[in-house]
């Protein structure tokens, strides 16, 4: 059973940052292509996909955080990370990583609100 921390989330203004760490108990880390998502306030059984880095630390993104959040990850550390810049009111919503194609059970998330 993979188990998986969320953390770094909170209130924060339109404008601002965060940084967001997901730590994972799964020895083949490093070979997996890890995944953040988020559940916005609307849509309570949608994992929103963002971005994906694989092992040697490729990253891709979706259009609308392309360019503001930016996706890391520690294999020493078992730790993967989203730094979240001029953040929006929609950006609101529950973060989650996983893998790439989501295989693991979720974990609790951390909390994201956006304030205009």
């Known amino acids: 059973q993979v188990h998986i921390v969320e953390s770094g989330g909170g209130l924060v203004q339109a404008g601002g940052s965060l940084r967001l760490s997901c730590q994972v108990s799964?020895?083949?880390?490093?070979?997996?292509?890890l995944a953040w998502y988020r559940q916005g306030p609307g849509t309570p059984n949608y994992y929103e996909f963002l971005?994906?880095?694989?092992?040697?630390?490729?990253?891709d993104y979706i259009g609308s955080v392309k360019g503001r959040f930016t996706i890391s990850r520690d294999n020493a550390k078992n730790m993967v990370y989203l730094q979240m810049d001029n953040l929006k009111p929609e950006d609101t919503a529950v973060y989650y990583c996983?893998?790439?194609?989501?295989?693991?059970?979720w974990g609790q998330g951390t909390q994201v609100t956006v304030s205009s």
């Open positions: 996983n893998t790439q194609t989501a295989i693991w059970s």
């Open positions: 799964e020895s083949t880390f490093e070979f997996l292509t």
């Open positions: 971005a994906d880095i694989s092992g040697g630390g490729t990253a």
